[in-house]
Nanobody, 121 residues
């Protein structure tokens, strides 16, 4: 069984910073992709950033230059450093991973339970 668990999040004033972390655990063989999505009230879940096992990244236009994604392949963790936060960044942030477990025949998508980020104006 593979699980993703987020930590971090909380309440911060506009212009402030937060760091989210996510750890994958279980019978893991490899993790080709890890990333973060977010969902604001009344809106669809959207991609924030992805990072691949080779270190390449992609970001949503709305967070470029403000957010930085990183991963530790040895620890199966991914982090999201969020700077210059804006009220429109308020959302539930979900950790996402495309994970090849030791028992599955192909990589599968997994989600964390989510963590709330609230940015006050």
């Amino acid at each position: 069984q593979v699980q993703l668990v987020e930590s971090g999040g909380g309440l911060v004033q506009a212009g402030g910073s937060l760091r989210l972390s996510c750890a994958a655990s279980g019978s893991i063989f490899s993790i080709p992709v890890m990333g973060w999505y977010r969902q604001a009230p009344g809106k669809q879940r959207e991609l924030v950033a992805h990072i691949f096992s080779d270190g390449s990244t992609n970001y949503a236009d709305s967070v470029k230059g403000r957010f930085t994604i990183s991963r530790d392949n040895a620890k199966n963790t991914v982090s999201l450093q969020m700077n210059s936060l804006k009220p429109e960044d308020t959302a539930v942030y979900y950790c996402h991973g495309v994970i090849q477990s030791r028992i599955a025949t192909s990589p599968l998508p997994y989600w964390g339970p989510g963590t709330q980020v609230t940015v006050s104006s």
